[in-house]
């Protein structure tokens, strides 16, 4: 055991889990406890998500997903392993803050422990047994607790990556994308709806009179306005479509495997829910609505992201012409 534990530290301090996203070393842990699988666990918010798990879960849950099976903390073996850094549990299946979707697995004996440095938590360690009867011990826990203790500082530092990455491609303000993520982003998405063979629409929103805000009320008034309607954005697409500021009071949201008409859906539901809202800013009150344009890019079109950015911007145009505060879809030689 003590060769085996060697030689995933001297793995982990070569890096080598950059080259597979840690499976291949979280095969070594689940080898280590004689155990089917091994996780590694982030906590965002409420939830556990294990972003990272060993080939063995791979083989025993096909369609799996961090999303699908996300733990909430306050319910789970990771909540109890807060007083001594780890968990043992050799009944999973009547344990009483057995997670659902896990029992359905199959889980029988689950080890888990926290990864952890002066009560900084970075994240979870587990390993689980489906198909032996054999119970983890204390042993094992401390072995488990030492090993996530030395993965606490890759994980950290992967982890203030990600942080500089993600301000990298988010716009400071609003914490949607920017326009570089979109554009990098954008071309990878038309090529994937090109080989999977399904439409992708482009909205395009410019806030009506935008200009007057800032003069009358101040840029933060402005800024306000900005943060609300990107919230409205996000709030009504899904976690697969990429919203982002374009540049001043202009933002865009690209929405693959989205027809024509169910993207003009979304820009209606977005520019009305954004009417209606009022804002107040010290003594004063006042609305504020927006224009959109809709483009798509069906299967059997030759489409790039700057077409679909010039013909949303086109109906966006019409929609501006028209008396503003409106959604335009366009069509060849025609906006309606």
């Known amino acids: 055991m003590v060769e085996k534990l060697l030689n995933i530290i001297e793995r982990v301090a070569s890096r080598e889990y950059e080259k597979d996203n840690w499976r291949g070393i979280l095969d070594s ?36 997903t961090p999303e699908k099976y996300k733990v909430p903390l306050t319910r789970s073996a990771a909540a109890w392993a807060f007083k001594k850094g780890f968990i043992i549990v050799n009944d999973y299946q009547n344990f009483p803050d057995a997670v659902e979707c896990w029992k359905k697995v199959g889980l029988k004996k689950v080890l888990v422990s926290l990864i952890t440095k002066d009560k900084e938590i970075a994240g979870v360690l587990a390993v689980a047994r489906v198909n032996s009867d054999k119970p983890f ?30 301000k990298a491609i988010r716009d400071h303000l609003t914490n949607l994308y920017n326009r570089l993520y979109l554009e990098e982003e954008g071309v990878r998405e038309i090529e994937r709806a090109k080989r999977y063979n399904y439409p992708i629409s482009l909205i395009i929103f410019d806030l009506d009179n935008f200009k007057r805000v800032n003069d009358e009320y101040g840029h933060l008034a402005g800024d306000e306005v900005l943060i ?20 001043g009071e202009e933002f865009v949201v690209l929405l693959p495997n989205t027809d024509s008409q169910s993207a003009w859906k979304i820009a209606e539901r977005i520019r009305e829910t954004f009417e209606r809202e009022l804002f107040e800013f010290g003594k004063n009150t006042f609305k504020i609505t927006v224009s959109a344009g809709v483009a798509t890019c069906k299967p059997e079109d030759d489409c790039s992201l700057e077409c679909l ?4 911007d086109s109906a966006l145009y019409e929609a501006k012409r028209d008396g503003k505060n409106r959604v335009k879809v366009y069509v060849p030689s025609k906006v309606s």
Do not use: C, H, W
């Open 228 to 247: 609300k309607f990107a919230q409205i954005v996000s709030s009504n697409i899904r976690k697969t479509d990429i919203p982002a500021r374009f540049g």
């Open 29 to 64: 842990v689940a080898e280590l406890f004689e155990a089917d699988g091994a996780a590694l666990g982030e906590i965002k918010e409420q939830y556990l998500y294990y972003t990272k798990i060993s080939s063995g879960f791979r083989r025993l849950i096909p369609d799996y």
């Open 309 to 312: 950015l010039a013909m949303a």
């Open 137 to 166: 011990t204390e042993k094992d826990g401390r072995i488990l607790r030492d090993l996530a203790f030395i993965f606490y500082f890759i994980v950290k530092e992967e982890q203030e990556k990600r942080k500089i990455m993600e």
